[in-house]
């Protein structure tokens, strides 16, 4: 879909949205279909190519709307209210549009679950490849085991925030397995790159995880906030969270024919985030995405390439998805600098990380709308304003002498 078939498209949506809510009073407020009605009415897996626009609009009609509570139906008078307005509803599709995140690189989530559960978290040193391994594990296990501390979980990354690496599932499962040991797989980021095939082997041994989650909302063109998290036992968590207040009580209680998510959770409600997901997969298709993911796959390694040709750079991690990983040879203070003239010149972003005590400078492919040329055109702007770092420091070193 391009920016004409979106506008052209966008107000087709605002009208049905309209007519929805002018006509909500002729709609039942409550459904009569049976739990599982949905799942016969759409196929098993995502189209190879795109469906259109109309067939995706006539099924939300057919297929969705007979399974809706109309909340916002003069008829519903259950709970509380749920708000909603026009200019909220306009805002909400520029949120969408400006896809602002609301953070400023604050992330270190799996720190924070330590800090919220009141348990200690421990570091797993990685191998050359920045991935963690089995020995590695087994030597903090045996050391906190002797310590009289208690392993129970244990995360592993697939495609790190720092440098995109990927840790050991083949030899980390096992590990987990035979320890009791809870293990959580977070792909957040390169999960998305899993629907190509010649980057699923990155998943092998991802059979013995118990919980496994990426964020669709990261690579697969599905605005924030989207994020997919799988369960080996459901039970695990409905066990720990499910309360039954009298108000939350229906006739399908018990009857294993419905998935109620608010058991899984500590939030009571949720977005209809998944309605997202089936538009952008019915409209690109498998085909479609895999393209995208390709084609950004692509630009790293034609900005990988432009580093490893200029020999004042060197690139500090294996490229593998969307993420290049480089510095200027020198001290930590020239990269530094350089990152300041980067961010300072406003025209293009972007943000460090360390590898091995180094500080080190990121360049992901980040946008829909990024070719070749802006890639070029970054490089660029990085090496002149890297030449000018550079002369400038040449030039202090020739006062000093």
């Avoid at 993911?293 to 432009?306: D, N, P, T, Y």
């Avoid at 005590?357 to 490089?379: D, N, P, T, Y």
Wanted: charged share 20%.
């Amino acid at each position: 879909m391009n920016a004409s078939d979106f506008r052209r498209r966008g107000k087709e949506m605002v009208d049905y949205v309209a007519d929805y809510l002018e006509g909500i009073e002729g709609r039942q407020v409550y459904p009569d279909v049976q739990p599982g009605y949905l799942r016969p009415l759409i196929p098993a897996t995502a189209p190879q190519e795109p469906d259109t626009f109309e067939d995706i609009l006539q099924d939300v009609e057919k297929i969705i709307m007979p399974g809706v509570t109309h909340w916002h139906s003069p008829y519903f008078f259950a709970y509380f209210p749920t708000a909603s307005s026009y200019p909220a509803m306009l805002a909400d599709m520029l949120c969408g549009a400006i896809g602002c995140i609301g953070f400023s690189w604050a992330h270190s989530s799996v720190e924070r679950a330590g800090l919220i559960g009141g348990v200690k978290l421990k570091a797993i040193p990685s191998d050359g490849k920045f991935a963690m391994r089995a020995s590695a594990l087994q030597e903090a296990l045996e050391r906190d085991k002797a310590a009289g501390l208690i392993p129970f979980f244990v995360v592993a990354t697939l495609g790190t925030t720092s440098c995109c690496s990927f840790d050991n599932l083949l030899e980390v499962g096992p590990i987990c397995h035979e320890e009791d040991i809870w293990l959580h797989v977070d792909a957040a980021y390169a999960g998305s790159a899993f629907i190509c095939p010649e980057f699923r082997h990155l998943l092998n041994g991802v059979e013995f995880a118990d919980s496994f989650n990426f964020n669709p909302h990261k690579w697969l063109l599905v605005n924030f906030d989207c994020s997919a998290m799988w369960v080996k036992r459901r039970t695990d968590l409905t066990g720990a969270f499910k309360l039954d207040p009298v108000y939350l009580k229906h006739s399908h209680q018990g009857s294993g024919l419905i998935t109620d998510y608010r058991h899984w959770q500590l939030p009571l409600g949720r977005r209809f985030r998944s309605l997202k997901m089936w538009f952008v997969f019915r409209m690109y298709g498998v085909k479609g995405l895999q393209a995208y993911i390709r084609k950004h796959v692509q630009l790293s390694h034609e900005f990988e390439a432009f580093v490893l040709q200029d020999p004042r750079f060197e690139v500090c991690a294996e490229v593998t998805l969307g993420l290049v990983c480089f510095r200027l040879k020198g001290s930590d203070g020239l990269n530094e600098a350089l990152l300041e003239r980067i961010n300072s010149a406003r025209k293009i972003h972007l943000v460090p990380c360390r590898l091995r005590g180094q500080f080190v400078l990121r360049f992901a492919i980040c946008s829909r709308k990024v070719e070749s040329g802006h890639v070029r055109l970054a490089w660029e702007h990085i090496q002149g304003l890297a030449a000018e770092l550079l002369a400038a420091e040449e030039g202090k070193a020739e006062i000093k002498s």
